[in-house]
């Protein structure tokens, strides 16, 4: 048997819960699986139907990671079947007593503490004690090296997708409808953060209106930023091109990302936040939509620079402005999208699976 101890799990919503029932489900297949996640007031019905065993820890947030390390610990010494742990955050190994093979998941901004600060010791502690850590990109495995991380314990293993469901035709007549007479259309799925860098593409919009008079932007996601960006696109006057969007059913979602052109998400480094992968590159890549990601972070992993997207400084407006006009030119995006749909299968679970089995045998 193997544990699965997570903080981010379905029916949660967001890309490392996406990442942890991917994981789960793919290993489940291969062993027997028990996943130790938090509450949510919506599981019932979603762990009903999974093929392997759940607990959930309901707790108030400041108690739950030791009232949860409490209950995994009490069920490691009563179960002495267990081969392994699996650990999306090194902080949902730092009170568990185990010492058979144990693996930890990094991202980048759960890890990106300076050297000698009192995070940076928690982490190094974790992690240097574990038998494996599975870095999300080539990036966040350099980043690891650079905080102390001993690199003969990291291995990269992407994250990976389910194949692209198909499209109900409901959904695709709702997106034909909302983008009639549009072009060229551009889609970021994200949370509204900093990090994300949407205003920046606002700015490029505003620019390339004048090439493209029915250009649209749709953004779809929630966030801290969302109001700020609303006032940009006001103050840019550019509110006719920015489509806002929120809590969509995932074909509708995915429907919207098959009809766009370009998938745009040039990510900068904010404070310590940064994309460690950005697997909504992968996702756009299954419908033929090649990315615009940005230089920061793990977005290389993603991308191939000129063959399934664009890599581009996130900070520097001219160059978002120039790759995007260079990817319509031609439409040059329409075989940058045909390169990406056949780069997206080697991240199918089926594959990446194969990676874990291998550091779990």
Partial sequence: MHLIITRTFPPEVGGMQNLMWGLAKSLAKHYMIKVFADFHNDQKLHDA?????????????????????????QYINENKNINGIIADHWKSLELINFNKKKICLIHSKEINHKAGTNLNKRVLKVLNNTDFV???SQFTKNLAINIGVIPEKITVINPGIDMAEKLSKKN?????KLLKNKFPI???VSRYDKRKNHEKVFMAIKNLKALHPNIVYICIGYGDEKENLIKLSNELKINDNIIFLENLNSNFKNALVSKSNIFVMPSIIHKRSVEGFGIAFIEAAQYGVPSLGGTDGGAADAIINNETGLLCDGNNLNEIYDCIQSMLEHKKYIELGKNAKKFSEKFYWEKIVLEYKKILN
């Fill in 186 to 188: 551009l889609i970021t």
């Fill in 134 to 136: 599975v870095a999300n």
């Fill in 172 to 176: 695709l007549e709702q997106t034909n």
């Fill in 49 to 73: 139907k999974t093929s392997f065993s759940i607990e959930r820890i309901k707790s108030v947030k400041l108690l739950r990671k030791y009232r949860k390390a409490n209950l995994i610990n």
